[in-house]
């Protein structure tokens, strides 16, 4: 299973990005997908998590700020992002949990490459 994420860039603050990541290979089931990110020095974090029924959370200081998304048919998630801060510039990980067809109580947890995010002031 490979997940492929795309849409980081730099952006002035105020801002928006749009996000998305694409999961292949040899899935059964997509449970929650999540989006994560990193900063220099800092650790990893949740941004934002949807489950396979649709339910979203989110780190606090996104609310009202960023959306996630997905697409079940194309196995996607996107996070859309606006009124990007300086404070919000990291590295921004995908994440899913994926069972392998034929076994929905294995719970394999991917994580994509990452892609930078830039916000300038």
């Known amino acids: 299973v490979q997940l492929q994420a795309s849409g980081g860039g730099l952006v002035q603050a105020g801002g928006s990005l749009r996000l998305s990541c694409a999961a292949s290979g040899s899935i059964g089931i997509i449970n929650d997908m999540g989006w994560y990110r990193q900063a220099p020095g800092n650790q990893r974090e949740l941004v934002a998590r949807i489950s396979s029924r649709g339910g979203t959370n989110y780190v606090d200081s996104v609310k009202g700020r960023f959306t996630i998304s997905r697409d079940f048919a194309k196995n996607t998630v996107s996070l859309q992002m606006n009124t990007l801060e300086p404070e919000d510039t990291a590295r921004y990980y995908c994440?899913?949990?994926?069972?392998?067809?034929?076994?929905?109580?294995?719970?394999?947890?991917?994580w994509g490459h990452g892609t930078q995010v830039t916000v300038s002031s």
């Open positions: 994440n899913a949990d994926i069972s392998p067809p034929g076994y929905y109580g294995l719970h394999n947890i991917y």
